[in-house]
């Protein structure tokens, strides 16, 4: 048996999230339907993040184990051809045995995208999350100062989550001005967290935070104290997931 690592781009939009659900439709499964296909055997697969419904990703991170003589770098070629249009294996790799998505050390990166325009755009409502208004710029990125380093998270966690450690480090964030399409009034910004590991809904109430911090709803302090209370209802509201994406996954 050989461990095969693959990186998985996909448009979240369609799919129930990335784990497999009964009488859902998620990118798992979807995979999985395919590798079994493909390979003519039962696979199981492992995935690095278990994206929620509509988020998309660049480079998410699975893992199977086979006894295909397939190359490995040639299974993401053939998988392509048993995936939608929407899924695509980018990378196909052999990795060790003992190597897994989840529990080995990684620094994962998200982005949150923000269009911020008079009138939405349609071209741009899959993949970014709309706003009137202007926006505080500078007071975003202060606020966002303040959440970076290692602190315990749980104000920007979800309820419900079994998860009892709740400290995680964001090593950076960062709000980065996007041009928009030529003709385009407004602005688009992308909120890049990068961290060790995130909570459930974690970037998404982070994003909701900073938005509120922009709009001048909250002050910069706020955030702090939010973070410091462990209070989920300190923080701010969870952004819609249109706007988020994993952008990848680097091991340690």
């Known amino acids: 048996m050989r461990r095969i690592r693959l990186t998985i781009a996909y448009d979240g939009t369609d799919y129930c999230g990335w784990q497999i659900q009964k009488g859902e439709v998620t990118v798992e499964g979807v995979v999985s339907a395919a590798l079994n296909e493909l390979l003519g055997e039962a696979v199981d697969i492992t995935g690095a993040s278990r994206t929620d419904t ?63 325009t008079p009138v939405s755009i349609p071209t741009l409502r899959r993949y970014s999350h709309h706003v009137y208004g202007t926006l505080q710029a500078d007071a975003m990125r202060e606020a966002a100062r303040l959440l970076t380093g290692t602190h315990d998270f749980s104000a920007f966690c979800a309820a419900g989550s079994q998860v009892k450690n709740k ?26 967290v990068t961290g060790n590991g995130f909570l459930y809904n974690m970037v998404r109430i982070l994003a909701g935070t900073l938005l509120e911090v922009g709009q001048g709803r909250r002050t910069a302090a706020s955030v702090e104290e939010a973070l410091r209370s462990g209070e989920r209802s300190q923080a701010g509201p969870t952004a819609p997931a249109c706007g988020l994406m994993l952008i990848g996954i680097e091991y340690i």
Request: with cysteine.
């Open 54 to 116: 509509g988020v998309h990703a660049l480079g998410n991170v699975a893992v199977f184990d086979t006894d295909t003589k397939i190359p490995p770098q040639k299974i993401a070629l053939a998988l392509n051809r048993y995936l939608p249009a929407d899924i695509r294996v980018q990378k196909s790799e052999e990795v060790s045995p003992d190597f897994h998505p989840r529990h080995c050390d990684s620094i994962k990166t998200y982005e949150y995208t923000i269009t911020n």
């Open 167 to 192: 400290v995680r480090t964001i090593y950076d964030i960062s709000l980065v001005e996007r041009a928009l399409p030529p003709g385009m009034r407004g602005r688009q910004f992308c909120i890049r």
